[in-house]
């Protein structure tokens, strides 16, 4: 297996290189999560989809537009966790005395209609340990 990145700051860089990715038999698209691929999700998910190359992504609103799969931190536990930092704070703890806290739960999407259009089986066990599976 062959990684290379490809570093986008516009919409036609991304083309560019999902088209590029595209001329290769068997490639697939990991997505990270940075702000020029946040902001620039649709685009890359419609390009992805045009090109027919199988993508995974780092957020469930990615694979809810349509990306094949997302796989990252889920927000709303991370929003939730925070709010208590705030309610502490709120009642007079310092800021500087909080530990930090790393994320402990991640969500597995899987968006079944984005697989048959790009002509994908998801196996079984993939299914399984979903958290949600988009049909």
């Given at each position: 297996m062959e990684?290379?990145?490809?570093?986008?700051?516009?919409n036609a860089e991304i083309e560019g290189a999902i088209a590029a990715l595209a001329s290769s038999p068997g490639g697939g698209l990991i997505v990270l999560p940075e702000p020029t691929t946040n902001i620039r999700s649709a685009p890359i998910i419609e390009l992805a989809a045009r090109h027919r190359v199988p993508a995974i992504y780092a957020f469930r609103y990615q694979a809810t537009a349509g990306g094949l799969i997302s796989y990252g931190v889920d927000i709303a536990s991370s929003f939730r966790a925070a709010a208590s930092y705030v309610d502490r704070i709120l009642k007079g703890?310092?800021?500087?005395?909080?530990?930090?806290?790393?994320?402990?739960?991640?969500?597995l999407v899987v968006n079944l209609k984005t697989a048959i259009a790009l002509g994908l089986t998801v196996p079984t066990s993939i299914l399984l340990r979903a958290d949600e599976v988009i049909e």
């Open positions: 990684v290379s990145a490809a570093r986008v700051r516009n703890e310092k800021a500087a005395n909080l530990p930090v806290q790393a994320p402990t739960k991640f969500a």
